[in-house]
């Protein structure tokens, strides 16, 4: 499917998403939420699409938030269906079944510090600047950053971004662990490219049910999790790579793992 506004390319196996409004330092509009629907949708169903590296285009912004313009002449519910496509998409990107990697290469404010949290890893350039600014608009928070900051940070540290609207830099979002780790510019494709590939050799069901125990285990009770990893586990068990990886760990060989 032709895009507008985002560039889709895949080359496996990894699939690359990059928001492509630079003018707009990569603000996201309406057509912009549907077409990255769209292309999740899309790496969702590739098999061969084990991990997807999500950025934005140019060197100075990931994604600047929602588009502030659209927001002039919303109604109540316009602004209602607005959110609804955003959790569609956000939540689509947390439960795509495949880790998605955000290259953060410049701002990630508003929905884009959202879009950032609703990632399985974040790696960021050492110029991002990072933060929830919507009180200043006189906004809260919409897609999810009341729920994912303090989940990530820690309540106060959430509370200080979210009340203050400041941005942090890159060093104090790795430094709060809202990021996994900055380097430079230069060589922000080739880190999450390199992570990618680690996860990419590892057993695609594994990869799957340990995103789920995870993020499920989280929304839940303790006891709640382990049930559900208990669970996961046995069906792991059933699956022919348990017994290719294990073959192959006791014949000192690679594993050829088949998602199976
Ligand atoms: N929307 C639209 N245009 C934007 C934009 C944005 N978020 N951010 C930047 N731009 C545009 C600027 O207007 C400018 O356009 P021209 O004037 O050249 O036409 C161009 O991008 C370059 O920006 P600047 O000239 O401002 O560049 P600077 O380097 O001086 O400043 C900046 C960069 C990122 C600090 C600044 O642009 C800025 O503060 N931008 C706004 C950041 C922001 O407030 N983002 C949060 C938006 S609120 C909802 C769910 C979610 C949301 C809302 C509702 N519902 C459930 C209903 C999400 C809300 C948000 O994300």
């Known amino acids: 499917?032709?895009?507008?506004?985002?560039?889709?390319?895949?080359?496996?196996?990894?699939?690359?998403?990059?928001?492509?409004?630079?003018?707009?330092?990569?603000?996201?509009?309406?057509?912009?939420?549907?077409?990255?629907?769209?292309?999740?949708?899309?790496?969702?169903?590739?098999?061969?699409?084990?991990?997807v590296i999500l950025t934005g285009s140019g060197e100075k912004s990931f994604v600047a938030g929602a588009d502030i313009k659209e927001f002039q002449n919303l109604s109540p519910d316009g602004a209602r269906q607005y959110a609804m496509r955003g959790q569609k998409l956000l939540n689509l990107i947390e439960r795509l079944g495949k880790p998605v990697i955000a290259a953060i290469n410049g701002y990630a404010l508003g929905g884009g510090c959202e879009i950032a949290m609703a990632c399985t890893i974040r790696i960021a350039s050492e110029n991002a600047r990072i933060g929830q600014p919507e009180v200043g608009l006189g906004l809260i928070p919409g897609y999810g950053g009341t729920q994912r900051l303090p989940r990530l940070v820690g309540k106060g540290r959430a509370y200080e971004m979210i009340l203050t609207g400041q941005h942090i830099d890159a060093a104090r979002?790795?430094?709060?662990?809202?990021?996994n780790k900055v380097v430079p510019q230069a060589s922000l494709k080739e880190e999450c490219e390199k992570i990618a590939k680690a996860i990419a050799k590892q057993a695609p069901l594994a990869i799957r049910y340990c995103l789920e125990a995870v993020d499920r285990g989280l929304n839940g009770s303790l006891d709640d999790g382990l049930a559900l990893e208990a669970d996961l586990f046995g069906l792991v068990f059933g699956s022919e790579d348990v017994k290719e990886g294990v073959s192959a760990f006791l014949e000192k060989r690679k594993p050829g793992f088949k998602g199976k």
């Open 1 to 51: 499917m032709p895009y507008e506004n985002i560039l889709v390319e895949k080359k496996m196996p990894i699939g690359y998403i990059t928001i492509n409004r630079p003018k707009v330092l990569n603000a996201l509009n309406v057509k912009t939420v549907l077409e990255l629907v769209a292309a999740f949708e899309e790496m969702a169903n590739d098999d061969d699409v084990r991990v």
């Open 173 to 179: 979002a790795e430094q709060i662990g809202l990021v």
